[in-house]
């Protein structure tokens, strides 16, 4: 699956089963919409600072956002929350 698409091309990656299915069933919260990140931005396991660190995404990565809480934003596929004040929203 393609999980993040940089300006040197898609960031590839495995998304488990349960993932996908939770995505599909449950992220249909908001319209989509893309962001860039404006500098390395960590990814976070919930939306919460106080949450684990999945990685560190690059400046300059497009994402797409399908769901938001409380100034976090979920990418695509479940992967995980990013910090929306941190990147450029693009509704």
Same mark, same amino acid.
């Given at each position: 699956?393609?999980? &993040?698409?940089? #300006?040197?091309? @898609?960031?590839?990656?495995?998304? +488990? =089963?349960?993932?996908? %299915?939770?995505?599909? =069933?449950?992220? #249909?919260? $908001?319209? *989509?919409?893309? $962001?860039?990140?404006? #500098? +390395?931005? *960590?990814?976070?396991? +919930? &939306?919460?600072?106080? +949450?684990?660190?999945? =990685? !560190?995404? @690059? &400046?300059?990565?497009?994402?797409?956002?399908?769901? =938001?809480?409380?100034?976090?934003? %979920? $990418? !695509?596929?479940? #992967?995980?929350?990013?910090?929306?004040?941190?990147?450029?929203?693009?509704?």
């Amino acid at each position: 699956y393609i999980v &993040a698409r940089a #300006a040197t091309g @898609p960031i590839l990656g495995e998304v +488990s =089963e349960s993932s996908l %299915k939770n995505a599909l =069933e449950n992220d #249909a919260v $908001i319209k *989509p919409y893309a $962001i860039k990140t404006l #500098a +390395s931005t *960590p990814l976070y396991q +919930s &939306a919460s600072r106080n +949450s684990g660190i999945i =990685e !560190r995404l @690059p &400046a300059g990565l497009l994402l797409t956002i399908v769901n =938001e809480k409380g100034g976090f934003g %979920k $990418i !695509r596929m479940g #992967a995980g929350w990013i910090d929306l004040a941190k990147v450029k929203k693009f509704k």
